[in-house]
């Protein structure tokens, strides 16, 4: 199974009605934006199955992710939902990026056919057409070198017709024999894309959806202090507030677990789960946090990180339940209490 490092199913920004909001609001998990007149947004509309909500990329519009938490390496495979707006017009729609140096980018011509090309050249051209209006999952597996590089891309799970698995090529564009972030999107004129569902992992994960889970009711742990109101309902916010709902300590090893919702399907697998933290620390010495997840009556750690004095979602992706060392199951993940503790 894959090994999953970095996601974003994009309902945790906006409300269900869907909000146009400036770019910077998406810089809690992305490095940039570039948006036109305010023009990114997130919404149902937008969205690739009922109940979820996606991002509308106008022309002239995309979104960065640099420095992904695995740092620089050579392989990746990038997924997605993805949908046109308009009828396709010679693009690039993403980009495998050294930094913000394109190595590797997937582009469109304007008959719909995907293209992998580098820095302008051309490397492979599917036999198969996109349409609009129409939702596609597609994996992008491509390995960074500059004499045995490799890539493939999937569409709908199938390399057929799309771009079957190419090697001993020249992936790289310059700089280093590897990538350490991509973009979606394209500065100049598109057609205007839907994006969802977004995954960076080792390898192919297959078709699926990214479901986010909020906090429904207090948990073994209610150690933190809120503003207002119980624990888990100053942090279920649909989206992030700041300071107008929160939940504070200043006491190492305090802890706030939480009973999140159940997953909305009752069978499938899961290939991973991410914890998202916003958090700060208030001016003072140093605080540091870690996630938290209570199964079975045992408690488990995550990852110990430094706060900044300003906003940020901290994120730790699980590839295995830490309770059984096997893959999660929808039943693990209904099961257990996520929340967080404060270290020092």
Excluded at 15 to 43: C, E, H, L
Excluded at 175 to 187: C, H, K
Excluded at 303 to 321: D, I, M, P, R, S
Aim: glycine fraction near 10%; include cysteine.
């Amino acid at each position: 199974m894959a090994t999953v490092e970095w996601m974003d199913g994009f309902d945790h920004y906006a409300k269900p009605s869907g909000t146009i909001f400036t770019a910077s609001d998406m810089r809690y998990k992305w490095s940039a934006a570039n948006d036109t007149n305010s023009a990114i947004a997130v919404g149902a509309a937008a969205a690739r199955l009922p109940g979820g909500q996606g991002v509308s990329l106008p022309s002239a519009c995309m979104i960065r992710k640099n420095n992904l938490p695995n740092g620089s390496q050579a392989t990746r495979c990038f997924c997605f939902a993805f949908y046109m707006v308009g009828s396709p017009i010679s693009c690039t729609f993403m980009t495998v990026e050294d930094t913000t140096t394109e190595q590797l980018s997937l582009r469109l011509d304007s008959a719909g056919h995907l293209i992998v090309s580098r820095q302008g050249t051309t490397l492979a051209t599917s036999t198969n057409t996109l349409t609009i209006a129409t939702w596609y999952w597609i994996e992008f597996k491509a390995t960074i070198n500059n004499a045995t590089g490799s890539f493939e891309v999937r569409v709908n799970g199938s390399a057929t017709g799309w771009i079957p698995q190419q090697t001993n090529q020249n992936t790289r564009a310059t700089g280093n024999n590897s990538a350490n972030g991509f973009a979606l999107g394209n500065a100049g004129n598109t057609p205007g894309f839907f994006f969802d569902d977004v995954v960076v992992a080792d390898d192919f994960v297959g078709q699926g959806q990214i479901v986010t889970l909020r906090p429904q009711a207090a948990g073994n742990y209610q150690q933190w202090t809120p503003n207002y109101g119980t624990n888990f309902g100053s942090v279920e916010d649909w989206v992030f507030d700041g300071d107008n709902s929160f939940v504070q300590s200043s006491t190492s090893g305090q802890i706030d677990t939480h009973v999140f919702d159940d997953l909305p399907m009752s069978s499938g697998a899961i290939v991973a789960i991410q914890h998202v933290l916003m958090a700060r620390q208030d001016t003072g010495a140093q605080r540091s946090i870690r996630p938290k997840q209570r199964s079975g009556g045992s408690d488990y750690n995550g990852a110990t990180v430094n706060l900044g004095t300003g906003y940020q979602a901290y994120l730790e992706v699980k590839n295995t339940n830490p309770a059984t060392g096997s893959a999660y199951t929808i039943s693990d993940v209904n099961a257990a209490e996520f929340g967080y503790e404060l270290v020092s």
